[in-house]
């Protein structure tokens, strides 16, 4: 092979891979500021929790005995709580219709988007994602946070308040 062919390729395959890695989506790591129970801002950056789904701030549910209680604020609280000040990781996947980064998030090695379903605070988003469909099971079954009570899935509330 002629010494420039071989340059050309070289030089083509390198422009390839370092546009490879320009593309790829970085993780974004911060203390992160809480929207509502499944959606988090670090550094200026919108992230929804992937695969999951939590009440809406103004959502209320209902506790066993029929009173109703603002179980999309609690999920919101919850969340705040839990991460307080710490350093979130989030790895992003995509960008939502709204531009939002989605991510799956970190608090050290605990997947966060996972804590909130399995405490009951949100459902897996089957829609996007069958990831957390068994985390949401074993909250149901142990009737942990909205599944204390009943409630109208989230998808379900949004569509009728809009």
């Avoid at 999920?75 to 709580?81: K, T």
């Avoid at 050290?108 to 399995?118: L, S």
């Amino acid at each position: 092979m002629p010494p420039r062919t071989f340059l050309s390729r070289v030089v083509f395959a390198t422009a390839l891979i370092f546009a490879a890695t320009a593309s790829r989506a970085q993780n974004i790591a911060g203390v992160a500021g809480v929207i509502d129970g499944d959606t988090i801002e670090i550094h200026g950056t919108r992230i929804r929790l992937a695969g999951i789904d939590a009440p809406e701030s103004k959502q209320e549910c209902r506790h066993a005995d029929g009173t109703g209680w603002r179980c999309g604020q609690k999920a919101a609280l919850a969340l705040s709580d839990h991460i307080g000040r710490s350093v979130v990781n989030c790895v992003p996947s995509t960008k939502d219709r709204y531009g939002r980064t989605i991510a799956t998030c970190f608090l050290g090695a605990e997947d966060v988007n996972r804590w909130m379903v399995t405490q009951g605070w949100a459902v897996a988003y089957r829609q996007y994602s069958r990831a957390y469909v068994e985390d949401e099971d074993r909250a149901h079954a142990a009737r942990m946070g909205i599944w204390a009570g009943s409630f109208m899935p989230p998808s379900e509330w949004r569509a009728l308040n809009r």
